[in-house]
C-alpha cells in the first residue's frame, strides 16, 4: 500500500506512513505525539502551511476566536465532527486573535470560518457555525 504524509500536529515533522496503519493508533516518530488525535486540536499558522502543503489526508481547518460567540458554541460540534471523521480527516482550530496573520494569510472576513484542504489546496470553504452531523456532511463533500 502507498506511504502516507502527515504533519504531526504538536511538533510539525512530517511523518510517512503506511496507509492501513491510519486507524491503528499511528504517532508521530519524532515526538511520539498520535497523528489523528480523533478529537479537534488547537494548532499555529506555521504548523497549518505546513500540514496544508504537505499532508495527503485532507485538513479541515475553524478558524475562530475566543471572543465570537457562534465560535465558542461550534466548539464541541467540530470536536465530535472529529472523532466522527476518525481517519478520513483530521480537523484543527487556529485561533485568529493568537496568529492574526492567517486571517490576512487566508482571507477570513468572518468567524467562524471552516476551510478544507487537500492536495496542497484549499478545495472549499464555509462560514457560520453548524452542528456536528452537518460539519460531518460537509467535510465528506468538500473533499
Not at 18 to 23: I, M, N, R, V, Y
Not at 30 to 59: S, Y
Not at 89 to 95: G, S, T
Request: proline share 6%; net charge positive; charged share 20%.
Amino acid at each position: 500500500m502507498p506511504a502516507i504524509k502527515l504533519t504531526c500536529l504538536d511538533c510539525g515533522q512530517v511523518n510517512r506512513l503506511p496507509s492501513e496503519k491510519l486507524g491503528r493508533g499511528a504517532k508521530c516518530g519524532t515526538c511520539g505525539e498520535a497523528l489523528l488525535p480523533g478529537k479537534a486540536v488547537e494548532i499555529d499558522l506555521k504548523t497549518l502551511q505546513k500540514a496544508a502543503r504537505n499532508d495527503d489526508l485532507p485538513l479541515v481547518v475553524d478558524f475562530w476566536a475566543p471572543w465570537c460567540g457562534p465560535c465558542r458554541m461550534m466548539a464541541p460540534e467540530f470536536s465530535k465532527a472529529a472523532g466522527a471523521l476518525g481517519s478520513e480527516a483530521r480537523l484543527v482550530k487556529l485561533n485568529t486573535e493568537q496568529h492574526q496573520a492567517a486571517g490576512a494569510a487566508y482571507g477570513i472576513r468572518g468567524i467562524p470560518t471552516v476551510a478544507a484542504f487537500s492536495g496542497g489546496r484549499e478545495r472549499a470553504r464555509q462560514s457560520g457555525a453548524m452542528p456536528s452531523d452537518a460539519i460531518v456532511n460537509w467535510v465528506r463533500s468538500a473533499t
